[in-house]
């Protein structure tokens, strides 16, 4: 069975918002997490591409809270997927303050970059109360899918 493409008439706008409040920052979470966004996605109708491209900026989005956010590496994150009728936005959200990384490694902050690649809008947001990281994709409706050949 192929799997429904964005906006088809599978995919479900109503589909139940996805919330994890409090996950402990730690990396042995995060492919757990990022399952679940993956299941959560395609339970939405959503097609491989936009489901890998909103899982692995979400596994981004939490690393980041996990490596950058708490000095003493005890903490905790908020992950939340809400679709609408016109798209998906995930918010990833730490309690922390920002950490610069630990080194140098030129391989290495590719994490943002990535996010913005990825997502259609990302929004970092940080502050005294810790970050967020805000992403959103675009999904069409039926009707944007209707081409004025099918009508």
Same mark, same amino acid.
């Given at each position: 069975?192929?799997?429904?493409?964005?906006?088809?008439?599978? %995919?479900?706008? =109503?589909?139940? =918002?996805?919330?994890?409040?409090?996950?402990? %920052?730690?990396?042995?979470?995060?492919?757990? *997490?990022?399952?679940?966004?993956?299941?959560?996605?395609?339970?939405?109708?959503?097609?491989?591409?936009?489901?890998?491209? *909103?899982?692995?900026?979400?596994?981004?989005?939490?690393?980041? =809270?996990?490596?950058?956010?708490?000095?003493?590496?005890?903490?905790?994150?908020?992950?939340? =997927?809400?679709?609408?009728?016109?798209?998906?936005?995930?918010?990833?959200?730490?309690?922390?303050?920002?950490?610069?990384?630990?080194?140098?490694?030129?391989?290495?902050?590719?994490?943002?970059?990535?996010?913005?690649?990825?997502?259609?809008?990302?929004?970092?947001?940080?502050?005294?109360?810790?970050?967020?990281?805000?992403?959103?994709?675009?999904?069409?409706?039926?009707?944007?899918?209707?081409?004025?050949?099918?009508?």
């Amino acid at each position: 069975m192929a799997s429904a493409q964005p906006g088809g008439p599978e %995919a479900d706008p =109503a589909v139940e =918002a996805l919330r994890r409040h409090g996950v402990p %920052a730690s990396a042995g979470n995060l492919p757990v *997490l990022r399952d679940e966004v993956d299941g959560w996605a395609r339970a939405a109708g959503l097609g491989d591409e936009i489901v890998e491209s *909103l899982a692995l900026a979400t596994y981004e989005a939490m690393a980041n =809270a996990v490596e950058h956010a708490y000095a003493d590496g005890d903490g905790v994150f908020d992950l939340d =997927a809400v679709r609408d009728p016109s798209g998906i936005e995930i918010t990833v959200t730490d309690h922390g303050s920002w950490r610069p990384p630990q080194d140098s490694d030129p391989l290495r902050q590719r994490g943002l970059p990535l996010i913005e690649r990825l997502a259609d809008e990302a929004v970092v947001t940080s502050g005294q109360r810790g970050t967020r990281v805000q992403m959103r994709w675009a999904v069409p409706t039926r009707r944007d899918d209707v081409t004025t050949a099918d009508a």
